[in-house]
């Protein structure tokens, strides 16, 4: 009988754990209204929670540092996740809906008499639609590998997408 249930808990699928989180790092390109087609560092964290076999739903924050902090987007997201349910690579789609924030700083050599450096600086917030791909590679042990790609649509229209990784830890 103990056997028994050895064998079950270890052909447990790692799907059946439950809360996975990892760092993402990867590049981004962004093409669209008023944009200049570059390739920049994507930086970010992800948070998955279980939602039912094969489902799950998924917390992102990511960083893109344009021309050295001069301009910079922020995007954080909600997703649902519809991933393959057993297997070492479990391939995954991903659909979801959150908030971009940009930030940018115009850089002056000097500035002029009794300007603050803060009215140089502008930040804008909108709506942004995420939409990703790739497969969840088990490392054993509750460690992975995700290589992925990644869409954000948003204003303009705007197009923004990122090849990345994401290694993490599932609990």
């Known amino acids: 009988m103990r056997a028994l249930a050895l064998a079950a808990l270890l052909a447990t699928s790692s799907a059946a754990q439950q809360f996975e989180t990892g760092g993402m790092v990867g590049y981004s390109v962004t093409d669209g209204d008023d944009q200049t087609r570059s390739a920049n560092p994507i ?50 789609f991903q659909a979801g809906a959150g908030v971009y924030i940009e930030n940018t700083e115009i850089q002056l050599v000097k500035l002029p008499p009794g300007v603050p450096r803060s009215a140089l600086q502008t930040t804008s917030t909108d709506f942004c639609l995420v939409f990703g ?39």
Do not use: C, K
């Not at 990511?62 to 393959?84: C, L, P, Q």
């Not at 992975?144 to 303009?156: D, E, I, K």
């Open 43 to 92: 930086y970010g964290a992800s948070f998955r929670w279980p939602a039912g076999t094969g489902h799950s739903l998924q917390a992102d924050y990511s960083f893109i540092d344009f021309e050295a902090r001069i301009y910079s987007r922020h995007f954080i997201t909600g997703s649902w996740v519809r991933a393959a349910r057993r297997g070492t690579v479990r391939p995954f």
């Open 133 to 171: 791909t790739g497969a969840t590679v088990d490392l054993g042990s509750g460690f992975f590998l995700r290589p992925m790609l990644r869409a954000y649509l948003y204003v303009g229209p705007t197009l923004t997408y990122a090849p990345a990784i994401t290694a993490g830890v599932r609990f």
